[in-house]
């Protein structure tokens, strides 16, 4: 099994701490994020770790290399205008060689901080798509905002699967638990992946974003809707989302 962090985003709300590194190198607790994620895939056991960059690419990807060992380092140059689906497929050789050799494979965001015990029950989902949700994520939301319904999306199950995720949310009952950025394509599944991928329209428009700006979401989504039903894993909490400083304050 190998894994996948798209780590190319800028994160402006987080200045001046992304001033001089990315976002994925912002400190919590004394450890920078992306640390948290590399020491969580490799106490599971995770065979290979590539990253995708973008923005202060050079400064990722030497810091990668002196600390983590890791080589496979890709590159999104227009991270700027593009989103997380876009920055997935810069990584596409990766994907095609998951493929060949029969890997399955773990994408992560990078500003999410996570433990091996989560890595674990994704690894172990036997499902060909299979998606980490937090249940317990409204104590964690109250703690990011004053109102959690105003950022918090849709994440409805049915059996265990998910049926929809991504949305906005009306109320409290259509978030049956929170999508955290975490997730598993098994090997056999990645060629359908891929396919689906190049046959999507380039000219659409996904829940109001152009084709380079599609909420990795909404790729989700499609996928469930289109191929296969999509296995949550649950758990409840013990994980973090940074997007803002006040992020960086709470405890887990």
Request: glycine letters at 4%; aromatic letters at 12%; one cysteine or more.
């Amino acid at each position: 099994m190998k894994a996948l962090i798209l780590a190319a985003g800028f994160g402006s709300r987080l200045m001046p701490l992304t001033q001089n590194e990315p976002k994925c190198m912002v400190k919590y607790q004394g450890k920078r994020l992306i640390d948290y994620e590399i020491e969580a895939l490799k106490e599971a056991k995770i065979e290979e770790i590539a990253v995708v960059g973008g923005y202060l690419f050079d400064t990722l990807k030497t810091f990668l290399k002196q600390n983590h060992g890791i080589e496979k380092i890709y590159q999104n140059k227009n991270y700027a205008q593009t989103n997380m689906v876009s920055t997935l497929f810069c990584a596409r050789e990766f994907l095609e060689l998951c493929l060949k050799e029969k890997q399955d494979l773990i994408v992560s965001y990078a500003d999410i901080v996570y433990f091996k015990e989560t890595i674990l029950k994704l690894k172990n989902e036997k499902e060909s798509l299979a998606i980490v949700v937090d249940k317990a994520w409204r104590s964690l939301w109250e703690k990011r905002f004053k109102n959690p319904l105003e950022d918090a999306e849709t994440l409805k199950l049915k059996d265990s699967y998910i049926v929809e995720l991504g949305k906005k949310a009306k109320d409290y009952d259509e978030i049956q638990a929170q999508y955290i950025g975490l997730f598993k394509f098994s090997a056999s599944f990645l060629a359908e992946v891929l396919h689906f991928y190049d046959t999507l329209d380039k000219n659409a428009i996904y829940d109001g974003k152009d084709f380079d700006n599609m909420y990795m979401t909404s790729f989700l989504q499609a996928l469930i809707d289109k191929i296969k039903p999509a296995k949550a894993v649950e758990i409840y909490g013990n994980w973090l989302e940074i997007d803002f400083k006040k992020d960086l304050e709470i405890q887990i």
